[in-house]
């Protein structure tokens, strides 16, 4: 009942990376008064929604961290530091769920 992991392990011989050679001319990639390139914008800040999709999903997941860390409040527990951290996370995640709505940096600048 052998099978080809049950032999002994041979060595695997890795080829050189191919090494880069370059033009003998060192001019720079572009004048200094252009631009280096174009925007390039992803999917991602163009798809209303994507954003409101995964900006509610982060909402709700940092509700969820902070009401949960709530809980031990609500039963008469002092709050310690690890809660406090929890607490702190979770408004984090919820922060960062309202950026992905928001989008601060596409509306800033639109390229048509």
Request: net charge positive.
């Amino acid at each position: 009942m052998g099978s080809t992991w049950s032999g002994p392990v041979e060595p695997v011989k890795v080829a050189a990376p191919p090494v880069a050679t370059f033009p003998a001319s060192s001019a720079p990639p572009h004048p200094p008064g252009e631009p280096a390139s174009p925007a390039q914008h992803s999917a991602f800040n163009n798809c209303w929604s994507c954003r409101v999709f995964s900006g509610s999903g982060l909402i709700l997941a940092g509700a969820y961290v902070y009401l949960v860390s709530r809980r031990p409040m609500k039963l008469g527990y002092q709050p310690g530091p690890g809660t406090v951290a929890q607490m702190v996370v979770g408004i984090s995640i919820a922060c960062w769920g309202v950026v992905v709505l928001a989008d601060p940096k596409g509306k800033a600048f639109r390229v048509f």
